[in-house]
């Protein structure tokens, strides 16, 4: 397998110092970030509208998407786009609600807003869950996954290239959110580019494979020799309804993933929150038009990976451990670059790992120094020592991440499915106190504390469900499908997000009601419809990407 050359190490040495350089400009021209804390966690007031857009879809894009995403595209074709292109619809939602909410509040934490909604007991068990989260689910996936990628195309020692990318990590993250926010635009120049060249070369390896040339002959090829791969909706006796279950992908579960990873995420809502409503939203529509064509970049490498493989291309390559292995594909696709050009392909993927890890690990250190060391520890700590205390936290979580992860089994199960099983298990609970807590009155900390609580147990009820009844008569009503590996009926992972959620929902109406002090609750937000009006060029843009979707499923249903 060809491995990296001088040309290519070029490249990448000068997108390393392009990133690096420029972060320390950054850096030493704004010196507030070494001592201030809300400037070092939040950027306050300093990042554009296109820092804020580049740095949202820097720090979303990472080798989950690059490998996994795309080696789905192998698996299951332009399906999986459904991540990508609902996630734009949702980013308008929570620039529209969430974000004049957050930012009337001055909230610049996750738990710090729990806190000021509920009270400190519901604030400190996510705060908990969160830095396990983002430690245990987020950090490790990104760094194993990346440096396995990294590892398998420039033929460095796996452990060599795990220990680069959190050093680099660690380096830009440690200047603070400002430095992360302007460096990400950078990152994701280079994400882009790279990431486009990759699909030019497999869209110019279909065509030349069937006797033409050009990227839209060999789009053409791919829509013919491989029909099934572009369809966005799958019915039931698709093989892959238990990860994409039919319409649950507009009208279902897709919506919890989505508003809860976008709009409740404290390394996603960090970016925005240390800016004015207008250039927040402004940013939140640039990463919409930007996640557009982020399938181009990670899908449709797959679904042309899977092309040539059915016409006798990558037949050993694509093996991994004795059987075909999907998630090989863009691995397999970059090692077919030219000189030079797998180079730029080379940063783009290490752009998009870096980013990544820089903006987890910035959100663990906010809210370890904020909701947990001020807090409990030193009430009376100065903006100096939180800076310090945050610095520390970013190198323990780091270290801790690489220690772990090979123990995880990662790469058996995918980066990919890895994190959004995991993080699915709870999204449901934490979405329902958020969107109760923004738009009911009523909402109390009691059953605030009863979602975050009954949620995991009511998400492992339903795994497990199966193998304890016959779920076969849901399957008649569209909500089980036969698995083939376990035969037995299952209910599709992202139903299953439905279901706990509208329990949860219905727990905490309860427990609300019954309580009279709900009646003039003082936690209540104060909302009033005003604070939802947009500006007119939002709103013609809001209107281009819903369009554009919209016109995207129809075509492809």
């Known amino acids: ?52 857009g580049a740095s949202l879809i820097a720090s979303n894009i990472s080798a989950e998407q690059f490998i996994g995403m795309s080696g789905s595209g192998f698996k299951m074709g332009l399906a999986i786009a459904t991540y990508e292109w609902m996630a734009a619809v949702t980013l308008i939602v929570v620039a ?79 200047g603070g959110m400002k430095v992360i926010g302007f460096t990400d635009v950078i990152q994701v120049f280079f994400l882009i580019l790279g990431g486009l060249a990759t699909t030019y070369l497999a869209l110019n390896l279909v065509s030349e494979k069937f006797g033409s040339t ?5 789009f053409s090829f791919l829509m013919n020799k491989a029909d099934d791969h572009f ?43 240390g800016a004015d409503l207008p250039t927040a939203r402004n940013g939140i529509l640039f990463a919409a038009f930007l996640k557009l064509l982020m399938p181009v970049i990670v899908v449709l490498p797959g679904i042309a990976a899977y092309v040539l493989y059915q016409e006798g291309m990558f037949q050993n390559e694509m093996i991994s451990e004795g059987s075909l292995n999907p998630d090989r594909a863009y691995p397999v696709l970059l090692n077919l670059l030219p000189v030079g050009l797998k180079g730029l392909a080379f940063a783009a993927l290490t752009a998009a790992i870096v980013a990544s890890l820089a903006g987890k690990a910035n959100s663990i250190s906010t809210i370890f120094t904020l909701d947990i060391y ?22 323990v979580s780091m270290v801790l991440a690489m220690a772990i992860s090979p123990l995880l089994g990662i790469d058996k199960k995918g980066g990919f499915q890895y994190i959004q099983e995991y993080t699915g298990f709870v999204s449901p609970g934490i979405f329902a106190i958020f969107i109760l807590g923004f738009f009911w009155k009523r909402t109390t900390a009691k059953a605030a504390l009863v ?26 009503i569209g909500f089980a499908v036969l698995n083939p ?29 019954v309580d009279p002090a709900s009646k003039n609750n003082p936690k209540a937000l104060d909302i009033e419809p005003a604070m939802f009006k947009t500006q007119g060029s939002f709103a013609i843009g809001a209107v281009i990407v819903c369009g554009i979707i919209a016109g995207l499923y129809l075509y492809f249903w």
């Open 1 to 52: 397998m060809q491995k990296l050359h001088t040309p290519d190490y070029i490249v990448f040495l000068i997108y390393f110092i392009i990133v690096a350089g420029y972060g320390y400009w950054v850096y030493w021209k704004k010196k507030k970030a070494v001592t201030d804390s809300k400037d070092f966690f939040l950027a306050e007031g300093s990042l554009t509208w296109w820092a804020i």
């Open 374 to 395: 001020k807090k409990f520890f030193k009430t009376d700590a100065t903006e100096k020592q939180m800076v310090y205390v945050g610095r520390v936290a970013i190198f």
């Open 214 to 218: 050009g990227v839209f002959e060999g």
């Open 451 to 476: 979602a975050a609580v009954a949620t995991f147990p009511l998400s492992l009820l339903f795994k497990v469900l199966p193998n304890f009844a016959d779920l076969s008569w849901l399957g008649n």
């Open 96 to 174: 529209v609600f969430f974000m004049p909410i957050y930012l009337k509040n001055k909230i610049y934490t996750m738990p710090q807003f729990l806190t000021q909604r509920y009270n400190s007991t519901v604030s400190t068990i996510m705060a908990v869950f969160w830095l396990l989260l983002y430690v245990v689910v987020n950090l490790t996936s990104i760094l194993f996954l990346g440096a396995l990628a990294v590892s398998t195309i420039s033929g460095i020692d796996f452990w060599v290239c795990m220990t680069g990318l959190a050093v680099f990590s660690i380096i830009i993250t440690l």
């Open 485 to 513: 590996q376990s035969a037995l009926f299952e209910i599709p992972f992202i139903d299953r997000m439905g279901l706990v959620f509208l329990i949860v929902v219905f727990l905490m109406v309860v427990v609300s009601l």
């Open 231 to 273: 369809h966005m909706i799958f019915n039931q006796a698709n093989e892959n309804y238990l990860d994409l279950p039919g319409l649950s992908v507009l009208i279902g579960g897709m919506w919890i993933v989505n508003l809860n990873y976008w709009g409740c995420n404290q390394y996603i809502t960090q970016r925005a929150l």
